[in-house]
């Protein structure tokens, strides 16, 4: 077996062994800072070394690069496991293809606008969520869709969750069995992990209906303060002392949340916008009344 001259069999191996000194001290530059790069000395055993010197700007892009790579496989695994809860967003038909250029900008909604079309922009860097609140059909639920829908083609573990529907989908699955429709049964502990973990949730339309104590205990609390640190879109049509109402007591004045826990987590993780537009679905039925 004939012996193998590394410095020859290996690319650049040569320059590494080499124990000559470099002619010149500076053998190129950083490709991101322009910092010039030298050599430097190493003794190996009886003899020197004089390798080149590379900058701390390619090995933090190397690391960043490797950053990224791995949370992009996180996310990949996270909605791996959100489906295996939620075959779809649980959604209203109206809204599935909502977007940002398919919203339709009245007085009262530009501020809303531009607040979703930075949440979808920042959402990487960004601390808080956000809480969208006004009257019934002014476009909340809308943005709330096209945030989260952008931010799900871009590959974030997101999902659509309308809070009535949401509560019956929970109670299904008691009884519920694979071939009962296109949702894929489920615990309510799944619904709960699954939403949790979700690098964005949005919660619709919470604040609908009565709070029943077994709807706060099993359900919406636990999910609430699992997203503590995480980024959620609540949206609602009651503003946040109505809303700190709702979740205080059932319909029958039953005591849920008399400390303000959920309205606390929420206020403290989210940006408040309210929606000053006015009901979108009244000014469609107005005109097709006058035709």
Aim: proline share 4%; with cysteine; glycine share 8%.
């Amino acid at each position: 077996m004939n012996p193998i001259n590394l410095a020859e069999a290996v690319p650049g191996l040569a320059n590494l062994l080499s124990s000559e000194r470099p002619e010149y001290e500076i053998w190129g530059s950083c490709i991101f800072c322009r910092a010039e790069l030298g050599y430097g000395e190493y003794g190996v055993m009886d003899r020197k070394i004089y390798p080149r010197l590379h900058c701390k700007c390619e090995t933090d892009r190397d690391q960043e690069r490797r950053d990224e790579e791995q949370a992009k496989k996180d996310r990949e695994e996270r909605r791996r496991e959100i489906l295996k809860t939620f075959s779809r967003h649980i959604i209203n038909d109206s809204i599935k293809e909502a977007g940002f250029r398919n919203f339709v900008i009245r007085p009262g909604t530009e501020k809303m606008l531009e607040k979703a079309k930075d949440f979808y922009r920042e959402f990487s860097g960004r601390k808080l969520g956000l809480l969208l609140f006004g009257t019934p059909g002014n476009g909340k639920s809308h943005l709330a869709r096209a945030a989260q829908r952008s931010l799900d083609a871009d590959g974030w573990a997101t999902l659509f969750l309308d809070w009535p529907q949401l509560v019956e989908i929970a109670k299904a699955t008691f009884n519920r069995r694979p071939s009962d429709g296109e949702q894929r049964a489920a615990s309510v502990d799944g619904i709960v992990r699954a939403a949790i973990n979700a690098d964005l949730i949005v919660l619709d339309e919470i604040g609908a209906g009565d709070l029943t104590d077994w709807e706060f205990k099993t359900l919406l609390f636990p999910i609430i303060n699992g997203r503590q640190g995480k980024k959620t879109i609540y949206t609602t049509n009651l503003d946040p002392d109505r809303l700190e109402r709702w979740f205080a007591q059932d319909k029958n004045g039953k005591p849920l949340d008399e400390d303000g826990r959920c309205i606390d987590r929420i206020l403290g993780n989210c940006e408040i916008i309210k929606n000053n537009g006015t009901s979108k679905r009244r000014e469609d039925a107005l005109r097709r009344m006058e035709e």
